[in-house]
């Protein structure tokens, strides 16, 4: 019987963006060598991984992993909640998904585990769905918004490498909502007043950004091959929320003809909401964690009320992350590159005292 | 002009004074309206004046009259849904619902309303409430009536009135409501959940008591003509969900909701293009505007029926059509006859 599989070598693709920086982080003390790619400058500077500039929209992503010898690719470069356009979130989501399977196949590939960040926003919510969408409620015949029908595809994908290459352990994660700064859903609740859609108070279901982060990790060390939801417990309605908050509802949006409703959040409060979003917020989205406990025996340690009452608190804080400066990539460069000479230099030393005696 | 305190103290104290009667006086504007003291105190004990006012006239018209008038129980019944809402909308946000949106406390605020229509409006008479588990998942399956689905809500409110242990009923309802404004929370927010397989197994393995109108929206739009007639009751899916979830299934029939709202008509093309089942013509809707909304004061009925013990079949047993078809034609035809034979101690349509 051959020992379980440890990963040496990780890849974190999108590792700057805040989620694939806390992965980043807690993975470091927990592999080899690990290795992070994106395209934008890493948000802190981790002496443990380097970085590099890469695209995974280019094919060039495929030789990178093949010339690094990773064995785990960590897939986070997936937009979910992006002011993007959506042809570039497509390019994002569906080529760069297949660069990197491109990566994780052939012959000389060493690829044994790859975890895939997918979303909640896979399930597109609708009036006649029932309550809780547990992970086999995924069908082809369900149309959804443009991030919707990205995110299947990219899914269907993964599913098709997961079944040509059973030498690959393949996680999937679909990652409920967040409200960590800077995503759509927090700055809509952060509003003074909020337009709501009127008439509707749905459910909302939210995930902590630590659990989001710990149930990626947990996949990449652990053997939990398959598709899962991650998502807090319970509930809070929309209203509730907004409240939590301190703002003020205003059920002031259509929910019929969706672009007035765009359009008119756009002007007012300068958030551009996608369609995925604004069908939760109408809506709502519940999903059914059963599979995660039971296969991971670990659950996020937040519930819904809980995050909220967190980002509430963090409001009134007041916390400013200074993105990192240019000069900080540099001293990273900087300081990888002395590591590797010192590397270098000890084994060069060790070897000319092996050939000396 | 606010000056430096350092300046203050140093400036001569002619130039101060001058410069004080120059300065604009800066009070805090009055921006509330404040009432006299008298007029906040006669706010506050208003309602208490109005109670006392009110008992006192009942007294004298009783004694005048020899009648109940003013039935002082059924304006407590007001009074305390008037107090409930006070209270509601002090909690905050210091309350939480379940998974499926359903807040206990919120929904019972709403009781009091509904008792009243239970007991003085419908004069609703209930048998065989001991058939129905005070713990435990049971699936109640009824006749769905009248446009509107005031049936579910005093099946609801009969749990409350008459059940020893009241408990909460979850209704399924057509996803058709939970796209549609306000209805969509209001349902979720009682109680309410999508009629969709797959909740009604959730809710039954949780225990609860749920409630099933199988006919659906053909029960609810059938013509007045129709009346009392059950329609198909789909595919029998209750029953397959129920014999998985391990349920007994308790069948009740309701009479007198189909006299809520007699539907002459139903304005079918005008249906197509809003997406709805069936847009009905009552004699009162839509010629008296919202007024046609008031549904009228029939006399009802409901009975529970004995359980159906299907939780004794083998959970493998759902996937044989033959058995399923057998026990929904057995729940539909002790709902048809419960139905009848309530029609028949019924002495009329209002009495």
């Known amino acids: ?357 | 002009m606010r000056a430096e305190p350092a300046s203050v103290l140093t400036e001569p104290k002619k130039q101060l004074r001058r410069r004080s009667r120059n300065a604009e006086i800066v009070t805090p504007s009055p921006n509330k309206l404040q009432l006299s003291k008298a007029i906040r105190k006669l706010q506050r004990n208003a309602p208490a004046y109005a109670m006392q006012g009110l008992v006192e006239l009942s007294t004298r018209l009783r004694e005048a009259t020899g009648h109940e008038i003013i039935d002082l129980n059924r304006v407590m019944e007001f009074v305390q849904f008037a107090y409930q809402q006070r209270e509601l909308a002090q909690r905050g946000t210091a309350y939480a619902v379940d998974d499926f949106g359903f807040d206990p406390q919120w929904t019972e605020s709403f009781l009091s309303i509904f008792k009243v229509l239970y007991r003085n409006y419908w004069r609703v008479e209930t048998t065989g409430i001991e058939h129905v588990p005070a713990t435990g998942r049971a699936l109640l399956v009824a006749n769905h009536a009248g446009v509107l689905p005031w049936d579910g809500t005093m099946i609801k409110t009969a749990m409350f009135v008459e059940h020893p242990r009241p408990r909460h009923v979850r209704a399924l309802v057509a996803s058709l409501f939970m796209g549609m404004p306000v209805f969509s929370w209001f349902l979720r927010r009682t109680g309410q959940t999508v009629g969709h397989p797959d909740d009604t197994r959730r809710l039954l393995e949780r225990d609860e008591l749920v409630l099933v109108f199988p006919e659906g929206v053909k029960g609810t739009g059938k013509p007045f003509k129709d009346r009392y007639r059950l329609r198909r009751f789909g595919r029998g899916g209750f029953v397959a969900t129920a014999i998985r979830a391990g349920a007994p299934i308790i069948p009740v029939s309701v009479v007198g909701s189909e006299e809520i709202y007699p539907m002459i008509a139903d304005l079918a093309p005008l249906a197509r293009t809003l997406g709805m089942p069936y847009v009905p013509v009552t004699p009162f809707w839509p010629w008296l505007g919202p007024l046609g909304l008031i549904p009228l004061p029939s006399k009802w009925r409901i009975q529970f029926h004995p359980p159906i013990h299907v939780e004794t079949y083998p959970p493998e047993a759902a996937d044989d059509r033959n058995l399923v078809m057998a026990l929904a034609d057995e729940v539909r035809e002790t709902i048809q006859e419960g139905v009848y034979e309530n029609l028949k101690r019924r002495r009329s349509v209002f009495t």
């Open chain 1, 1 to 357: 019987m051959t020992p379980p599989f440890q990963p040496r070598r990780v890849l974190i693709t999108g590792v700057s963006n805040p989620l694939g920086a806390e992965v980043a982080r807690r993975l470091a003390p927990q592999v080899h060598f690990l290795f992070g790619c994106d395209v934008a400058d890493p948000v802190s500077a981790l002496e443990e991984m380097d970085f590099v500039h890469a695209d995974t929209r280019h094919a060039a992503i495929a030789k990178l992993i093949r010339q690094l010898r990773i064995d785990t690719v960590v897939h986070m470069a997936v937009t979910v909640d992006s002011a993007r356009e959506d042809r570039a979130s497509h390019e994002t989501n569906v080529i760069g998904t297949m660069n990197v399977l491109t990566g994780c196949t052939g012959p000389s590939t060493r690829v044994a585990r790859l975890v895939v960040k997918s979303s909640q926003a896979i399930y597109d919510a609708g009036p006649t769905d029932p309550s809780f969408f547990s992970e086999d409620m995924v069908g082809p015949e369900r149309q959804g918004s443009s991030v919707t029908r990205d995110l299947r595809e990219m899914e269907q994908l993964v599913g098709e490498f997961a079944l040509r290459n059973p030498h690959c352990e393949v996680t999937t994660l679909r990652i409920g909502y967040r409200v960590t700064e800077g995503t759509t859903l927090a700055k809509y609740l952060s509003l003074p007043i909020v337009p709501t859609f009127a008439g509707f108070d749905p459910r909302l279901q939210l995930l902590h950004q630590e659990d989001a982060a710990e149930s990626v990790v947990r996949s990449v060390i652990g053997s939990h091959p398959g598709v899962f939801n991650v998502a807090g417990s319970g509930v809070v309605l929309v209203s509730q929320a907004i409240a939590i908050m301190g703002g003020r509802p205003a059920p002031i949006l259509l929910p019929y003809g969706r672009w007035m409703a765009t359009f008119g959040l756009r002007a007012l409060a300068g958030i551009f909401l996608p369609g995925h979003l604004a069908d939760v917020l109408t809506f709502g989205s519940v999903a059914d964690c059963t599979r995660l406990a039971e296969e991971f025996g670990w659950g996020p340690s937040y519930s819904t009320r809980a995050v909220m009452d967190s980002f509430a608190r963090g409001k009134e804080e007041e916390v400013i992350e200074a993105p990192s400066p240019p000069q900080e990539y540099e001293l990273q460069v900087f300081l990888q590159r002395r590591r590797r000479q010192e590397l270098r230099d000890r084994q060069a030393d060790s070897t000319s005292m092996v050939t000396r005696q």
